[in-house]
């Protein structure tokens, strides 16, 4: 039976897209079609949920977004100027399947979603990031080009004593050292956002460098979402916010999405260490997987994350279209 791919609505649709993302292991909150809409509304392009059918059973996602200027058309997942972590396509119930089944579905739903998009999009540019979806031949193919990029993943099932042995020595002493009567590391408020949003723009601009992330972006995903969803981490000393990490949470997974950059004051403890350590800790008690630190690339920031001993995992930028096309209208934010 060949597989069907559909568009659906996201607001009409949004409870059915909603339930697929839900039982989709390769999804993250991002997916959400109330998060698909808002990444739509502040990076001004049309959302297109497309799902593949095989019958009535859904098989994969892959959201997009149309991205139009001039007589330009772009085609991006995660939309372009937007924040988010990881997007592109998902797969649903191919677990239990052999390989080849597994292999022949994967292909033929991709190959239906880039017919869909060449079809009626006929873009001139495309660029998809595959991040939890580790099967990108059929893109290869399709005569994309497919360069691989990398994050760190912490293993969370095991018990956190487990965990905290596993890091860097200084991780280790910063964190079992730091005088717990100075300092409140807590799950804050939405107001806390903007104070984590303000803190990373800060921190950019003192670097020369620019930081875009519109502060109602990041509230409205923590109003619309569901509960737990988006989760602003923040370390207060004396009373005072002194450093924090937005984390988007899944079913399984924790990312380490905004904040974490280094404090504006001087303090006699080790923020960001005890930041992700609370992190890394709650996730684990609460039964998570993993802990995604979101991106290995900058090999001074690596520097840090790998203090954690995480594993090293690829993820592919997928990209098709004319040279220079990137520079036009493709100006994806680099998450580190």
């Known amino acids: 039976m060949s597989i069907e791919i559909s568009v659906l609505d996201p607001e009409a649709d949004a409870s ?19 998060a698909l809409e808002l990444q739509a509304a502040d990076s001004g392009t049309t959302p297109h949920l497309l799902a593949g059918f095989k019958g009535q059973e859904a098989v994969g996602l892959f959201p997009i977004f149309e991205y139009n200027k001039g007589p330009i058309t772009g085609v991006f997942s995660p939309a372009p100027f937007s924040w988010s972590c990881y997007l592109g396509p998902a797969l649903l119930n191919v677990d239990k399947l052999k390989q080849r089944k597994a292999d022949r579905r994967t292909k033929r739903f991709l190959d ?83 104070r984590i949003v303000d803190q990373v723009r800060s921190r950019y601009e003192s670097q020369g460098r620019s930081y875009q992330m519109n502060n109602d972006f990041a509230r409205a995903l923590y109003e619309l979402l569901p509960d ?24 399984t997974t924790r990312y380490r999405w905004q904040g974490g950059v280094k404090p504006d004051m001087d303090v006699d403890v080790s923020i960001n260490d005890v930041l992700d350590w609370h992190v890394i800790r709650d996730g684990a008690e609460n039964g998570l997987e993993a802990y995604d630190l979101v991106g290995a690339g900058v090999p001074s920031i690596n520097r840090y994350k790998a203090k954690f001993n995480p594993e090293l995992q690829s993820q592919y930028t997928i990209t098709d279209g004319s040279y220079g096309m990137d520079i036009l209208i493709d100006q994806y934010r680099k998450f580190r």
């Open 16 to 34: 059915e897209w909603n339930r697929y993302v839900e039982r989709s292991p390769g999804t993250n909150p991002f997916f959400r079609a109330e």
């Open 112 to 194: 239906g979603c880039l017919e869909w998009i060449e079809t009626e999009l006929s873009p001139v540019y495309s660029k998809f990031v595959a991040a939890e979806f580790p099967d990108v031949r059929p893109f290869t193919w399709n005569e994309y080009d497919v360069a691989p990029g990398y994050t760190y993943v912490l293993d969370l099932e095991r018990s956190t004593d487990d965990l905290l042995d596993q890091f860097s020595s200084d991780a280790r002493s910063n964190i079992r050292n730091a005088p717990e009567d100075q300092y409140v590391v807590e799950e804050g408020t939405i107001d806390d956002i903007d």
């Open 228 to 251: 737990g969803a988006i989760r602003p981490y923040v370390c207060r000393v004396e009373g005072e916010f002194v450093g924090g990490i937005l984390v988007v949470e899944s079913q």
